[in-house]
């Protein structure tokens, strides 16, 4: 309090406050497998030297996930970052209401199940086939295919999205054994349960933020329509397209379809039943939009389009309101940072690219797609290419906007997410992987000066860990895993590591500090940053972590 009073006198010698967020950037305790140890970040080194900083919890319970074994992800990060507080996600929310049995007395649930007696007798599930928790879970599969069947259901056809994103990179098969193969002793008593058809997560139908819609294309055409290279199951559609594709990892893999003499087994049809089982929005929306909008849909030709009962995990757009139908209601996220800061009159601007617009705009004010008064947003579109070939991205792009935003005068609050870290980190290329760091940190340095010109103050944060660790680490000795060829196990998914939060400001005669709490965590930035622009916290928000100094 006393700090807001100060601070409140001080409103005026403070200019605008820009919050940075670097995707992907955990702190690692011993450096090693780091690209970002192994990058040349002078920016960086300088403000971990001489301004101050604390390190934010980024994984776990810190952020809503059921257990803190649970990574960190962009959704629960900027949720967290925007919204100030902490609620339970849709990886906790799903399993808890499997476990109550509440998700098989709602009404979604048991309408899909009606309408699916009442047509074919099918119900379809598609979704990312891994134990990730990011944007699903094969427990929550297992749960509703064991249930369809008890439910008197008929038939069930699986749609799986191949991982090795969230998970190992080539862990595949680890999932789809197990998992065809409780298919196949489930189907007794006039059961049949399958996988139809597949592909990797970054090929098909998983896009995000209309970067891509050709890959939903064709995610509707292998899943639908049933047109793709056959196979007999998912097992050997991995090792047959591995054989075909050496080195290509799993999120990769081209798509396919199990077909039995010719003819696929699963594709989608009048009177059948979908359920998409991701909970995770961003790359759930384009899917749902490509089942559930009429004629007026102008995204790819569907060629046909099934009438059936559609239902996403959760509601991925509470603005937008998609899908329609949901199993699971999603946290009911409120009294966001946006909407707050909106309500004071703060003129705010967002900025990212197209991979991680979404995260400083829809995930930000709690997963929904519209605008609080006062809100700019500014999207620099991404480049469609993997992004080991241009670990730079937009990173400049990124930078120029924001400068030119603060050189504006417009915007009291500014926010933008440097992508590199974790969509390089995803692919496990390490060379590249240090080029995104560097990328990251020259940007960085140009914004600051402009933050310094501007008078301003500037957070820079991360959302989560990923280019901390681009090898899998050997939990006994900490050190990378080794191939059989004695090469390092590339890494592919996001650590557990904390994150950094940095206060950067050079204006005269103001001397402001961190405090390093136990529980400090992403959820106090909000607070953090309406102390720093002289406000109140509202008092949902976890506490500001500002301090005056002497
Ligand atoms: C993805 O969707 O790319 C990964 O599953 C998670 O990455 P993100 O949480 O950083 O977006
Ligand atoms: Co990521």
Known sequence: ??????????????????????????????????????????????????????????????????????????????N???????????????????????????????????????????????????????????????????????????????????????????????????????????????????????????????????????????GWKTHVLGQGQQFASAAAAIEGLRAQHPGVIDQDLPEFVIAENGRPVGTIEDGDAVVLFNFRGDRALEITRAFEEGAGFDKFERRRCPKVAFAGMLQYDGDLKLPARFLVAPPAIKNTSGEWFSKMGISQFACSETQKFGHVTYFWNGNRSGKFEGE????????????EQRPWMKAAEIADAMIEALQSGRHKLLRCNFANGDMVGHTGNFRAATMAVEAVDLALGRLLKAVDAAGGVALITADHGNADEMFELDK?????????????????????????????????????????????????????????????KHPDWDESLLTLKG
């Open 80 to 218: 967290a970052l925007g919204a100030g507080q902490v609620y339970a996600q849709g990886a906790a929310l799903v399993a808890n209401s499997i476990a109550s049995g509440e998700l098989w007395q709602g009404q979604a649930w048991q309408e899909i199940v009606a309408f699916a007696k009442a047509g074919t007798g099918r119900i379809h599930f598609m979704g990312l086939l891994s134990d990730g928790n990011v944007h699903s879970h094969i427990d929550h599969l297992k749960a509703m295919v064991l249930r369809a069947k008890q439910e008197g259901i008929r038939s069930v056809r699986v749609h799986a999205l191949i991982d090795g994103r969230d998970v190992p990179e080539t862990s595949a098969l680890d999932y789809v054994l197990p998992f065809e193969a409780l298919l196949a002793e489930l189907s007794t008593d006039g059961f049949d349960a399958r996988i139809a058809s597949g592909g990797g997560r970054q090929t098909i139908t998983m896009d995000r933020y209309d970067a891509n819609w050709p890959m939903v294309e064709r």
């Open 376 to 387: 700019t947003y500014l999207e620099v579109p991404s480049d469609v290419v993997p992004f």
């Open 476 to 536: 006994k000795t900490g050190q990378p895993a080794l191939n059989k060829d004695g090469s390092p196990k590339a890494k592919t998914a996001h650590t557990l590591n904390p994150v950094p939060l940095i206060l950067y400001q050079n204006i005269p005669g103001l001397k402001l500090g961190l405090k390093q709490t136990p529980e400090a965590g992403l959820s106090n930035v909000a607070a953090t940053t309406a102390h720093l622009l002289g406000y109140e």
């Open 1 to 78: 309090l006393q700090t807001l009073q100060a601070l409140s006198e001080t409103r005026a010698a403070i200019g605008p406050v820009v919050l940075i967020v670097m995707d992907g950037y955990g702190l690692s305790k011993t450096g090693a497998g780091s690209a970002i140890a192994a990058a040349n970040k002078p920016t960086l080194d300088r403000l971990f030297a001489e301004y101050p900083h604390v390190q934010l919890r980024a994984h776990g319970r810190a952020v809503g996930m059921p257990s803190d074994d649970d990574m960190g992800n962009s959704e629960v990060g900027h």
